[in-house]
């Protein structure tokens, strides 16, 4: 069973990054800029991104055998070919225009380049900046594989402990030993588990008090992000535990109650935004370029209209972002992942839809 709520949600994280990152544009290339600095806050899709990643990554495995090499191993195929083919695509972009378009912006242009390609931890950022949370997502992705070859009756238990690895390191500061030690015992590894328990609420039938978790969440939210916007810059967001409790917590609570509210028929999901969740992963990965190109032509060429240029420019953006992403999607993306997830049965002789399990019924 399909959880239409979560790419609903997925929809939600990539517009909250594409609309922070359209106002960082607006207010560092256009006179009288008209987005609010409080749109830092739409940063914290991220933070959304990675909650919903424990809960599918529980979701998705909630039939997978203990011990079990090839589930293990079919796991891992899943996960690496749904990141990495189109991430290879946007990052060639990236690089064919450092080579070929005269005087771009080089603020990316200083990284290691099999770091880049293969999203492993670097002091260097990515070509592709925001490709940052992917070197986390492989990361979770690799240490919750580990955890598969345990009884499923102990995952509780694990998580529990590899957050106690995560608050070890940081008190002792082994966490800051190098990019690697950073990266695995980063206080952000804490969204993934809060979610990878929501999953097995979810999965259990344990769903209680759906409408109120999302009411404390929006709540929760929308006071961090208030509390925040006096005083953080778009470069100067919080990234340590500050960041869990603000944007995190609200995340879980979020991604709970509505996962809760779709599996007890009180919710219904638009299809618009399960059509934009479809395109996420490309959108994230395709805006910021975009928005940061149009922005300087906008910035040399455009007419001062006053405020209607500015609300040209962003919707421009937006429109442009959405067509972008909504391309790959349709003609890289999806025959892609068909062509691999086809491969993917042939080598592990692993039909996963066989042996999945529906969420339990509601035991609250």
């Known amino acids: 069973m399909q959880l239409q709520s979560l790419q609903a949600l997925r929809a939600v994280a990539a517009m909250m990054v594409l ?10 290339f256009v006179d009288d800029a008209i987005s609010p600095v ?8 991220v933070d959304l991104f990675f909650v919903i990643s424990g809960v599918v990554m529980v979701y998705v495995t909630r039939a997978t055998p203990a011990a079990d090499a090839g589930a293990v191993g079919a796991f891992l195929y899943a996960r690496v070919t749904r990141i990495y083919p189109v991430y290879w695509v946007f990052t060639a972009a990236m690089l064919a225009a450092y080579a070929l378009v005269p ?18 931890p670097s002091d260097q950022a990515p070509v592709l900046v925001v490709a940052w949370t992917l070197v986390h997502e492989m990361y979770f992705y690799l240490a919750f594989a580990l955890l598969l070859i345990a009884p499923a009756r102990w995952l ?28 695995a015992f980063h206080p952000l590894t804490a969204e993934f588990v809060m979610g990878a328990f929501i999953g097995l609420l979810v999965a259990s039938g344990r ?12 709540a929760w939210w929308v006071t961090a992000s208030v509390l925040l916007a006096p005083y953080q810059a778009f470069d100067d967001v919080p990234m340590g535990w500050d960041r869990v409790l603000a944007w995190g917590v609200p995340a879980a609570l979020i991604v709970y109650g509505v996962i809760g509210l779709e599996l007890d028929h009180k ?9 934009i ?29 006053g405020v209607w240029d500015n609300m040209m420019l962003l919707i421009l953006g937006a429109a442009v972002s959405l067509a972008v992403a909504a391309a790959a999607f349709h003609l890289f993306e999806r025959p892609a992942l068909g062509a691999t997830r086809a491969l993917g049965r042939q080598l592990f002789k692993d039909d996963r839809s066989a042996g999945a399990r529906a969420p339990a019924d509601r035991i609250w």
Do not use: K
């Not at 359209?22 to 560092?28: G, K, P, T, V, Y």
């Not at 694990?158 to 995560?166: D, S, T, Y």
């Not at 759906?210 to 969440?217: D, E, F």
């Open 207 to 218: 769903r209680r008090f759906s409408t109120a978790a999302v009411g404390l969440g929006v």
């Open 267 to 275: 919710l219904r999901t638009p299809g618009a935004l399960v059509r």
């Open 19 to 28: 609309a922070s990152h359209l106002a960082q544009s607006e207010i560092r």
């Open 103 to 120: 005087g771009p912006s080089r603020s990316g242009a200083d990284f290691d380049l099999v770091s880049t390609l293969f999203l492993l």
């Open 156 to 183: 509780p238990a694990l998580l529990l402990g590899w957050m106690a690895g995560v608050g070890a390191a940081q008190i002792s500061g082994v966490s800051e030993i190098n990019a690697w030690t950073r990266i």
């Open 38 to 45: 409080w749109l830092v806050a739409g940063v914290s899709g």
């Open 277 to 305: 969740g479809d395109w996420s992963y490309a959108l994230y990965l395709c805006h910021l370029p975009i928005v940061a190109m149009i922005s300087r032509l906008w910035a040399s060429r455009a007419p001062d209209l």
